[in-house]
Structure formats: structure tokens, C-alpha cells
């Protein structure tokens, strides 16, 4: 594991002189106003996370603001669907028990809604990788038709007659001007902050639990078998591999490939990250495999040969019954009980 490494978002600003400030205050229009700056901590044995908050300093009041918005359903067409609908906090921020998720006009989505945490580390998003900033990303569910299906300009004329909006703007930007990239800020700052790190698994991992003899189990055959692409600690190496899913008539998705046009990236999608596994079936990027048991054994039976097929995945990995009881009882270990509680995370009253 890596060393303890720890860095701080938005406590020191510079002056235009070049004097050092503590406090978070800023000037706009000739007024002055007062943010209050939020640690972003990596937990220990974590990577340097991607983004950084760099231009957009974590504060309580963009916080507070991006958590408004991401349970406000008026960021749809129908006010119906705010982000929150496809991503429940109980389910790790996933859709729980929905092989698609639910979108504008009964409609469904393409794909299976993966938990939201852990962003800050992500190079590129979505199963495909088609976004590469975390900033934008939620322009995609926004603006998607099967989706959200609003435009921009409809969710600001909306914002600009909520007086609550109007002072949450000026709290966090300076002034009540409600504009989509201070709207797509907010929303960062609040997801980037879904940070989820204190499973057993973790604790374990900080000499604060032990494992009884069949999560020890379960994890052996983890590392033996599952590591090379679900890295610790994120449980994912971030890469995007063909693992021999076939492809479905019906929603025709071929991953990847859709973003890149190479025909070598067909069927190809990201490796997903494995922390609270347990809450977020049903699995796979299509939701085809209801249990965990059924997305395991995928692997030691179920590989359907390709052309981009994974060559670790070439002859499956076997794996026997008392093999996936063991691998399950690990993979249990990293749902993080205090992460899907986390009031902080939840929807404000």
C-alpha cells in the first residue's frame, strides 16, 4: 500500500499582492462574501486522485448547492427525474434492483446505472469512457432524451424563480447570477465528495477488524484470481476490457467502440470498481446478471468467445462452488455501511 499521502482543497488563496490568506473570502461586484472551505482528504493507501478541484475550490456552500441540485428533480424535463432517481444513496449511489435505469416519457436507459463514488479518481466515465471530465459529465444524463431530457436553458429559467436558488448562487459564487457552469460545479463538488473508503475491508486493511476464516479465503482466491483487473484500492485498474459478455439484439451496444470507432474496442467496457458490490446488482454494464453468484460464475462458464475477447479471460477462470461461496464472502467486506448512511451524502430536508 502506498504511503498515507493527504492534501487540502481551498484553505489558502493567494492575494493579487501575493499575501497569503486563510480565510476564503473573495470580492465580486465591489462586495465582498465568505465561503467556507472543505478538506477533500484521500484515504490512506489511496492514489493521487485525477481531479483535484483545481479552479472550482471545495466549499460548504458549493457543496451544499450540488447536493440541492442533484436530488432536484427540475433538472428534468418533467421535474421528475433528478439525478438522485438513478442514483440512490442506500444502493451506493446505484439504481437498486433496475437492469436499466428509468428516464423521461417511460422510457428506459442503455445501460445498467453504475454506483456513483469514488470519482475524483476517474480518467474517463460512463461505461464507455465517453466523458473524460467530471465537470461536464452531467451534461450527458441531463440532455439525454431517454434520460432527463432538458435543456440547459429550461433548468436555469427554472432555478432563477426559486429565491432559495437565487441565495445558494450568491452563497457559493458571489452574486445570484445562475449560470449551467456554475451549476455544473456545484454538482462536482458535491459528487467528487462521494468518497467511499471505510468498508471492512478497509478497517481490516488498518489493523481495526479481522477477517474470520472465510473472508480470509475469499480473499486469496481474490488476489489469485480477480486483482490483475480489480485493482485494490479502488478495485478497479480504471481499463476497459471485453469479458465476454454477448452482445444483446436488442440494445445493440457495443461499448467502447461506440466512443473510438475502433473495431478493436468492440464489446469492450470499463473494468467496474468492485467497493459495495453488494448493493449494486444487478450487474453487468446491461444489468443481465440479477446475483452476484451469477456475475461470478459468468467467468468460470459463461465466456462467450470474441475476437476482443480479454486474453486473461481466454480460458475463463474456473472457479467451483465452494470457490465462489469463499469469493463472495470477501467481496461482502467491501460494502461500506457508513458511506450509505452518510447524512452528509443524503437529500436535504
Known amino acids: 500500500m502506498a504511503l498515507k499521502y493527504r492534501w487540502t ?9 501575493g499575501t497569503l490568506l486563510v480565510n476564503a473570502c473573495k470580492k465580486t461586484g465591489g462586495s465582498e462574501y465568505r465561503t467556507h472551505p472543505v478538506s477533500f482528504v484521500v484515504p490512506d ?13 471545495l466549499t460548504e456552500e458549493g457543496f451544499a448547492l450540488g447536493r440541492k441540485l442533484f436530488y432536484d428533480g427540475r ?20 439504481t437498486f434492483d433496475h437492469q436499466l435505469s428509468h428516464g423521461f416519457n417511460n422510457q428506459f436507459t442503455k445501460r445498467n446505472a453504475p454506483g456513483l463514488f469514488n470519482m475524483a479518481w476517474l480518467k474517463e466515465m460512463h461505461w464507455d469512457g465517453g466523458i473524460n471530465h467530471i465537470e461536464v459529465q452531467p451534461l450527458a444524463p441531463i440532455t439525454a432524451p431517454n434520460e432527463m431530457a432538458e435543456d440547459i436553458g429550461n433548468i436555469i429559467a427554472k432555478l432563477e424563480q426559486d429565491k432559495t436558488y437565487r441565495d445558494m448562487f450568491r452563497q457559493a459564487f458571489g452574486d445570484e447570477n445562475i449560470t449551467s ?7 462536482t463538488q458535491f459528487v467528487a465528495s462521494l468518497v467511499s473508503a471505510d468498508s471492512k475491508y478497509d478497517r481490516m486493511k488498518k489493523g481495526r477488524a479481522v477477517f474470520n476464516e472465510s473472508e480470509k479465503e475469499g480473499y486469496r482466491i481474490f488476489q489469485a484470481r480477480c486483482a490483475s483487473c480489480h485493482t485494490e484500492p479502488l478495485f478497479t485498474d480504471l481499463s476497459f476490457r471485453n469479458t465476454g459478455l454477448e452482445l444483446d439484439g436488442y440494445l445493440m451496444d457495443y461499448g467502447r467502440m461506440g466512443i473510438t470507432n475502433n473495431p478493436a474496442d468492440s464489446l469492450k467496457f470499463k473494468v467496474p470498481s468492485l467497493r459495495n458490490v453488494a448493493l449494486t446488482a444487478p450487474y453487468g454494464h446491461d444489468g443481465r446478471f440479477t446475483g452476484l453468484s451469477q456475475a461470478i460464475g ?7 468467445p470474441s475476437a ?18 469463499y469469493l463472495r464472502e470477501f467481496l461482502f467486506t467491501l460494502t461500506d455501511s ?11 430536508d
Do not use: W
Request: aromatic share 14%; proline share 8%.
Open 338 to 348: 457508513s458511506f450509505i448512511r452518510n447524512e452528509r451524502f443524503a437529500a436535504p
Open 45 to 57: 493507501g489511496f492514489p493521487d486522485p485525477v481531479y483535484r478541484f483545481e479552479g472550482n475550490p
Open 298 to 304: 459468468h467467468y468460470s462458464g459463461g465466456i462467450a
Open 181 to 187: 457552469q456554475r451549476m455544473l460545479l456545484a454538482l
Open 308 to 325: 476482443t475477447l480479454d486474453p486473461s479471460l481466454a480460458g475463463g477462470i474456473p472457479l467451483t462452488d465452494v470457490e465462489i461461496f
Open 75 to 94: 433538472l428534468s424535463k418533467d421535474n421528475n427525474f433528478p439525478c438522485a432517481s438513478c442514483h440512490q444513496q442506500f444502493a451506493a449511489f446505484s
Open 9 to 17: 482543497i481551498a484553505l489558502i488563496f493567494f492575494a493579487a499582492a
